[in-house]
């Protein structure tokens, strides 16, 4: 990664929030991170912290990832979202990240998320990228063809088979 990553961390266990923190450190990642633990404290942090990646559990006392996933969606920021728990089945993780989340991790697994993370952050970054290219390749066709317009002259297209 080479630079220091804002995570937003959604989990309201003390004791795994260390583990992923342990994880990414061990990976050698470096981050600043926002822990939170509920809707209003997200929902904030969305908008103050302005995180790279945003780290969930599925299960909070009254929030959960999906509900988090929306937000993020309501909110127009495209951020990586990567769900990280212990409580959910393969099928609902499958089915989270068809609604948008980046990947999961389960909770067993952490070793996996190292690279979770850095794909996922890597692969928005390239996506960035592809997006600002192409707006500025379609930019550059309107202005070429408003220059065309203006110089009162046109641009012949020959198909030697028609």
Same mark, same amino acid.
């Given at each position: 990664?080479?630079?220091? $990553? ?28 926002? $822990? ?7 929902? %904030? ?12 559990d599925h299960s909070l006392p009254q929030f959960n990832s999906l509900e988090a996933l929306n937000l993020l969606k309501e909110s127009g920021r495209n951020i990586p979202f990567i769900l990280i728990t212990s ?18 991790? $389960? ?24 997006? $600002? ?14 220059? %065309? ?14």
């Amino acid at each position: 990664m080479g630079q220091n $990553l804002k995570i937003l961390h959604l989990e309201d266990i003390a004791s795994d929030a260390e583990l992923v923190d342990r994880a990414l450190k061990k990976a050698g990642i470096t981050f600043e991170k926002c $822990l939170v633990d509920s809707r209003q404290e997200y929902v %904030e942090a969305l908008e103050e912290f302005c995180p790279d990646v945003i780290l969930s559990d599925h299960s909070l006392p009254q929030f959960n990832s999906l509900e988090a996933l929306n937000l993020l969606k309501e909110s127009g920021r495209n951020i990586p979202f990567i769900l990280i728990t212990s409580t959910v089945s393969e099928e609902f993780a499958v089915s989270v990240m068809r609604q948008g989340a980046s990947d999961y991790v $389960l909770k067993d697994r952490l070793q996996r998320l190292p690279s979770a993370v850095t794909n996922a952050v890597d692969k928005h970054r390239s996506d960035a990228q592809t997006e $600002l290219y192409l707006n500025r390749v379609v930019a550059s066709e309107a202005l070429f063809s408003k220059a %065309e317009l203006l110089a009162e002259f046109g641009t012949w297209r020959l198909d030697l088979e028609t």
